[in-house]
């Protein structure tokens, strides 16, 4: 019998369901020395973690007769960080103990709570939900935790990512102490572990990261293009491959809207999942996704957790992942359930290098390849247009007729070019894209400078970030200051105790001049000026600082457009926001006068 170490009405429901063998970490919740242990589980995403946390629950659901018995409360207790997730985990749980009886509740925000008060007094010996439900489940009184058995934390590390640290400490110290714990991660920081020393007890740790087969069945791909043009390599990435469902990976809501809308114009069928998004929304864009009325999904990373459709072939990376986790997780979309995937990596010109050590960090071998041509789509059209005129198909008599009629009209050849025509209408239009040469990239560096700022001078401010400084009241600091424009100011770069700023050399001296009076003339008058004066090594000189001092994340840089910040709509501000260190040699952040 298959599956021998398993309940037979949990191996039966595994067999329906397909599987014929347990993946890694299946198999090593089920190793005699993990039975009734609290477990640390480290393994990739599409590793089958849900049914893995699902066979370690038997043993705590389980009756003698193979089947759940009723309760006045949750035996078992899941808390995923997302909506999404909570409701594939629900889904996946629901398929495996159904032949056990189990009742299955699901608390996710976005939904009727009333529904779900009910769903928790009817008796659920599993329930399942986001952190911020359960929590206010819990206060309200509603969640009884007394009688539980069991506590999953799936995906615990982007839980205290997003912030979930004090709902999971109010719910896991509402539990009782018996009860096991099993914490699932896909990495294992810091947190992490001392998360699992408050909760868990003699933890046996589990590690299959690179031993699971979803992550292998992926290849990875990473394509340089010119800067301005990576939605055009979108566009492009999707027309070659035309994948029966693709998901592409945005860092921010604005830019999934931004796509997303570029996209419906070109005449894809794709839908759009991130924050702003409500549960209706949300549900609708994924059965769209089921349904296949919709093949392109753009998504944030959050947004996307619990996204299980095997029909994901196509992974693109919009914007490049904050790290290696952040690539892995994303990655984990496509090569699921044994079906082979593809993960795209689009790479600005000027950020390679920074790919290249992601990729070493994350012991990923990635092929560099520039991205498919306008000419390399049309074949691919060619190829796939004739495989699908090719297949044999049943006509009906109507369909000879008209067939026959069109032939003596236009004739063969003609008729066969308006099909080809018609077929073409229908697919978005592929991109000219920039060749990858080293005359285009110093072009595109050179055009990445703003007109009039070729040749620039550093300005250096006595103030920095321990001072309250901001460029969106620099900047009218210094038009007022240095009586210039704010499209006459170029980058402003801020450290920890000062902040530099690029005038064009051509008014530098005129610059000067008036910095100075206008700073004599405050100091005359009793006021706290900023200092305003040029630098010869502008802000190489704090990077050097920053290193030697062991602060490595460099000055944070702000843009000459943006808008003046006022308070009460009062005057730009112009005085000095930072007094004297006080309170224990602590500088004081005062909001300057305006």
């Known amino acids: 019998m298959p599956f021998s170490e398993v309940s037979p009405l949990l191996a039966a429901a595994l067999a329906e369901r397909g599987y014929t063998d347990l993946t890694a970490v299946q198999s090593a919740v089920l190793v005699d020395e993990a039975r009734g242990r609290d477990l640390l589980v480290s393994a990739q995403t599409g590793s089958g973690k849900t049914v893995a946390f699902g066979l370690a629950l038997a043993e705590n659901l389980l009756g003698a007769d193979g089947k759940v018995p009723h309760a006045s409360g949750p035996l ?52 399942v939900g986001t952190p911020g439900r359960l929590r ?24 205290l990512d997003m912030g979930f640290r004090e709902e999971l400490e109010e719910i896991l110290d509402a539990t009782p102490d018996g ?19 408050r909760y868990q007890n003699n933890a ?49 809501r604005e830019k999934v809207r931004h796509l997303h809308a570029m996209l419906q114009e070109r005449g894809f069928a794709v839908v759009a999942l991130s924050g702003e998004h409500t549960q209706s929304e949300r549900n609708q864009a994924m059965q769209a996704l089921r349904d296949r009325r919709a093949r392109v999904c753009v998504a944030t990373d959050v947004a996307a957790r619990g996204i299980d459709l095997p029909s994901v072939s196509l992974v693109v990376h919009v914007e490049i992942p904050r790290d290696a986790e952040a690539l892995q997780h994303r990655s984990g979309r496509t090569g699921r359930a044994g079906k082979k995937g593809t993960a795209v990596l689009i790479v600005p010109w000027p950020r390679r290098k920074r790919v290249e050590s992601m990729l070493r960090g994350a012991r990923i071998e990635a092929e560099w390849i520039d991205p498919p041509t306008a000419q390399m789509i049309r074949k691919q059209d060619h190829a796939r247009l004739l495989e699908k005129l090719l297949q044999p198909v049943n006509v009906e008599e ?6 026959a009629r069109l032939l003596e009209k236009l004739g063969a050849d003609q008729v066969a070019a308006a099909l080809v025509h018609a077929y073409r209408a229908k697919m978005p239009q592929p991109e000219e894209l920039t ?96 200092a305003i004066e040029r630098s010869a090594s502008g802000p190489r000189e704090m990077a050097r600082q920053n ?17 003046p910040h006022r308070k009460g709509g009062g005057k730009p501000f112009g005085k000095r926001p930072g007094g004297p260190a006080r309170n224990g040699g602590k500088p004081v952040k005062r909001k300057p006068r305006g």
């Open 76 to 127: 078992a207790l899941v808390i995923a960080p997302t909506r999404e997730l909570a409701l594939q985990v629900s889904r996946e749980l629901g398929w495996l103990f159904r032949g056990a009886g189990a009742q299955i509740a699901t608390c996710v925000g976005g939904m009727d709570a009333s529904k779900e008060r009910r769903s928790l007094r009817g008796g659920a010996q599993i329930v």
């Open 136 to 159: 206010d489940h819990l206060e309200r009184g509603a969640l009884n935790l007394a009688g539980l058995r069991a506590a999953v934390l799936d995906e615990a590390d982007e839980m």
């Open 179 to 197: 009860r096991r714990t099993l914490l699932f991660s896909a990495t294992l920081p810091r947190p992490i572990v001392a998360l699992a020393g």
């Open 204 to 252: 046996l740790r589990i590690s299959t990261v690179g031993q699971e087969r979803g992550h292998g069945d992926i290849a990875y791909q990473a394509i340089t293009v010119a800067p301005p043009e990576v939605e055009n390599a979108v566009v492009n990435l999707l027309r070659f491959h035309e994948a029966e469902t693709a998901i592409l990976f945005c860092a921010t």
């Open 398 to 403: 109507e369909d000879l007729e008209l067939g």
């Open 435 to 530: 060749a990858n040469t080293p005359e285009a990239r110093q072009a595109s560096q050179q055009e990445r400078h703003r007109p009039g700022f070729e040749d620039t001078v550093w300005f250096r401010l006595d103030i920095g970030r321990s001072t309250g400084a901001d460029p969106k009241w620099i900047l009218p600091v210094l038009c007022r200051r240095g009586h210039v424009s704010k499209n006459e100011i170029g980058a402003i770069r801020i450290g920890p105790a000062e902040s530099f700023v690029q005038i064009p050399r051509a008014i530098a001296d005129k610059f000067a001049d008036a910095a100075q009076r206008t700073g004599e003339a405050e100091r005359e008058a009793g006021e706290d000026s900023i």
């Open 547 to 563: 290193r030697r001092s062991g602060n490595d994340s460099g000055p944070s840089m702000g843009r000459a457009h943006t808008k």
